[in-house]
């Protein structure tokens, strides 16, 4: 049996299998304090890990961490939701801690090895994974295995600056297509049209959603009017999707994977709002003879794909 570990800004999720993609033997899914750091994650993983490693006769431990690592060395870099992790020897505290050998990966790369393996990428040989949340993420993965695990960072489609006027870091595919900035997008517009007295149904619906404050209006929101047939809404998705379809076909036309699986809370609003444009945008800007040489599907494995992932890398050992 192994142990595969999510360490995420929210929530800390403990899985004990096989590494084959069967079901879980033993799953605990725990809240993180952020207020009690990365100390305080620890000291669950602690207490919670060492009873499912001696009541399953854990072999080997595997993470899938929020952050950028150096996974070959076992070494957290840093975490940007959490402190408390920065240079933090995760593999090796894990290793004296819970007395099992323990592997460390990104949340992104494991999920790619997740669905490589078991889930939408699972007929091919070459897959990348795009996570679209609160931010967006990206994992490649092999002939099952994880690439760049000995390099500081790798596939990091969201922070892909679309054009040349993209000079700031901070202005990247993440900043446009993830949650908060398609929100903030949408805010930004629809203070416009209020600025200018417009009166659309459209503005109306959103006004009726978050209560006349447009700075409370969430993505979620966003998407709901979006599936409920407002308009601007859509269009909204439509620009999102355009900026994060220009990145995939940019790595589509540098790397020609077989399947692209996109994941995560922003693409769950489904086919015809986040899909079907996202296509159409990947469609445009890739290389044409590279049109027709790829799969893009929606992620199959959902939320306990990172420790499904986790336990592939433990397994993989």
Same mark, same amino acid.
Not at 60 to 67: L, P, S, T, V
């Given at each position: 049996?192994? =142990? !595969?570990?999510?360490?995420?800004?929210?929530? =800390?999720?403990?899985?004990?299998?096989?590494?084959? /993609?069967?079901?879980?033997?033993?799953?605990?899914?725990?809240?993180?304090?952020?207020?009690?750091?990365? @100390? /305080?994650?620890?000291?669950?993983?602690?207490?919670?890990?060492?009873?499912?490693?001696?009541?399953?006769?854990?072999?080997?431990? +595997?993470?899938?961490?929020?952050?950028?690592?150096?996974?070959?060395?076992?070494?957290?870099?840093?975490?940007?939701?959490?402190?408390? &992790?920065? @240079?933090?020897?995760?593999? @090796? &505290?894990?290793?004296?801690?819970?007395?099992?050998?323990?592997? =460390?990966?990104?949340? $992104?790369?494991? #999920?790619?090895?997740?669905?490589?393996?078991?889930?939408?990428?699972?007929?091919?040989?070459?897959?990348?994974?795009?996570?679209?949340?609160?931010?967006?993420?990206?994992?490649?993965?092999?002939?099952?295995?994880?690439?760049?695990?000995?390099?500081?960072?790798?596939?990091?489609?969201?922070?892909?600056?679309?054009?040349?006027?993209?000079?700031?870091?901070? @202005?990247?595919?993440?900043?446009?297509?993830?949650?908060?900035?398609?929100?903030?997008?949408?805010?930004?517009?629809?203070?416009?049209?209020?600025?200018?007295?417009?009166?659309?149904?459209?503005?109306?619906?959103?006004?009726?959603? $978050?209560?006349?404050?447009? *700075?409370?209006?969430?993505?979620?929101?966003?998407?709901?009017? +979006?599936?409920?047939?407002?308009?601007? #809404?859509?269009?909204?998705?439509?620009?999102?999707?355009?900026?994060?379809? &220009?990145?995939?076909?940019?790595?589509?036309?540098?790397?020609?994977?077989?399947?692209?699986?996109?994941?995560? !809370?922003?693409?769950?609003?489904?086919?015809?709002?986040?899909?079907?444009?996202?296509?159409?945008?990947?469609?445009?800007?890739?290389?044409?003879?590279?049109?027709?040489?790829?799969?893009?599907?929606?992620?199959?494995? /959902?939320?306990?794909?990172?420790?499904?992932?986790?336990?592939?890398?433990?397994?993989? *050992?």
């Amino acid at each position: 049996m192994f =142990l !595969g570990i999510e360490i995420g800004g929210t929530k =800390l999720q403990l899985g004990v299998g096989r590494g084959d /993609g069967s079901d879980f033997v033993a799953f605990e899914r725990l809240d993180v304090n952020p207020a009690a750091g990365g @100390q /305080g994650i620890r000291d669950q993983i602690k207490e919670v890990g060492r009873k499912l490693v001696a009541a399953h006769s854990v072999q080997r431990a +595997a993470y899938g961490f929020g952050g950028p690592i150096f996974g070959s060395r076992g070494i957290v870099q840093t975490s940007h939701q959490i402190a408390g &992790w920065d @240079q933090f020897p995760l593999s @090796q &505290w894990t290793e004296q801690e819970l007395g099992v050998p323990t592997k =460390l990966g990104n949340d $992104c790369d494991v #999920a790619a090895l997740a669905e490589a393996s078991f889930g939408a990428g699972r007929d091919a040989h070459s897959v990348f994974y795009v996570t679209v949340g609160t931010g967006i993420g990206g994992g490649l993965v092999f002939n099952r295995k994880i690439h760049g695990t000995d390099r500081p960072a790798s596939a990091e489609i969201g922070h892909l600056r679309p054009g040349l006027d993209a000079t700031s870091y901070k @202005q990247t595919i993440e900043s446009h297509a993830a949650g908060p900035g398609i929100a903030h997008a949408t805010r930004i517009r629809l203070e416009s049209m209020r600025q200018a007295g417009e009166a659309t149904r459209d503005l109306h619906d959103f006004r009726e959603r $978050c209560g006349g404050n447009f *700075e409370q209006l969430t993505t979620k929101a966003i998407g709901e009017a +979006a599936a409920a047939g407002n308009q601007l #809404a859509r269009e909204q998705y439509v620009a999102a999707t355009r900026v994060l379809g &220009w990145g995939i076909a940019q790595m589509i036309t540098l790397l020609a994977p077989e399947v692209v699986v996109v994941g995560g !809370g922003v693409s769950l609003v489904g086919e015809e709002i986040f899909f079907a444009p996202l296509r159409a945008a990947v469609q445009q800007y890739v290389f044409p003879p590279l049109k027709d040489s790829y799969r893009l599907v929606p992620a199959e494995l /959902g939320e306990s794909v990172v420790v499904h992932g986790a336990l592939a890398l433990a397994r993989s *050992e």
